[in-house]
């Protein structure tokens, strides 16, 4: 299919304001962070009322980490999802992913956790994996005292999220814990290195741009080594074998599509169960789009329809 008529008429908006102006990767990351921030709330839907509690878990540093229960679902052992935004590793927070994480408990009927892991260049490769593992083992720890089920939890992300998500599973499998009921992956990064086709194919003009992704991946990463680290790029682990069930969400028109085929196949060849769902004229990051277009509502919804299979 062609690029959406309604993103491509929000691209040409985009792409002559960036004309006009220094691009994401000549800002610098607290400039950044300020124009991602302004944009979610020019192009994202508020998301539904429920119940939202603000909570600090504990890094393994002693660090706070800021984190927000959302509760779809207020009956008892209900099942949750542990939810790690995207944003290249430098932007993103609780605000930008407000509206999707409330959308995925009412429509899942589940808990969200979404944390605020820190970010790039104040801290650099592992910090964000070692939060993302903090996190998920706080919330084993107290997944019963909230009222929640520690036997049907999911974990999931969109973009470097996802990576996180995805990254979780394999640590878990090597440290003899038990794995989620799935893995939520939206356009997930797991590649080292952005060299397919359609990173090629779709480097500018498809809101994703390649210069502006490598330099938020080289505010995170410490050298070209880490690139090769499963934490960063989880394709590049030994085995994919006895990961949780994956569920990956894929747009046509962003530079991570081949990427997130490829991982998907591993996943299949390795036994793991994956589907995989690739959104007809649609970019990168699309899920926050509600204001333009009507499929950031339909990918909502399918992302919910798996979990809630998952927790049954």
Request: hydrophobic share 45%; aromatic share 6%; proline share 6%.
């Amino acid at each position: 299919m062609p690029l959406h008529p309604d993103l491509e008429a929000f691209l040409d908006l985009v792409n002559a304001a960036n004309a006009d102006g220094p691009a994401l990767h000549e800002l610098t990351a607290e400039q950044a962070r300020a124009a991602y921030d302004r944009s979610t709330r020019a192009l994202d839907l508020p998301g539904p009322d429920l119940p939202c509690e603000a909570l600090t878990l504990p890094a393994r540093d002693g660090h706070p980490l800021p984190a927000r229960l959302y509760r779809g679902d207020t009956a008892p052992r209900a099942p949750a999802l542990l939810f790690f935004h995207g944003g290249g590793y430098v932007l993103g927070g609780l605000d930008s992913h407000d509206s999707l994480c409330r959308d995925l408990a009412r429509r899942a009927a589940c808990a969200v956790l979404a944390v605020d892991y820190r970010r790039a260049p104040e801290h650099r490769f592992p910090t964000a994996f070692h939060d993302a593992e903090d996190a998920a083992a706080w919330l084993r720890a107290h997944a019963v005292a909230l009222g929640l089920d520690p036997a049907r939890i999911a974990v999931g992300g969109d973009s470097v999220g996802g990576t996180l998500a995805t990254a979780l599973t394999l640590a878990a499998r090597d440290a003899g814990l038990a794995q989620p009921v799935l893995q939520l992956l939206l356009y997930p990064c797991t590649s080292a290195h952005q060299d397919t086709p359609s990173h090629r194919r779709l480097a500018t003009g498809h809101l994703l741009e390649q210069r502006n992704l490598q330099w938020m991946f080289g505010q995170y990463l410490r050298d070209d080594a880490d690139r090769l680290d499963w934490r960063f790029a989880p394709s590049q682990a030994a085995s994919l074998q006895g990961l949780a069930p994956a569920h990956l969400a894929l747009a046509e028109f962003d530079p991570l599509l081949d990427e997130g085929l490829a991982y998907a196949r591993a996943l299949e060849a390795a036994g793991v169960r994956t589907s995989v769902q690739v959104y007809a004229g649609m970019v990168h990051d699309f899920a926050r789009l509600g204001n333009v277009v009507e499929d950031a509502a339909t990918l909502r919804a399918d992302a919910a329809a798996a979990l809630a299979h998952a927790f049954c």
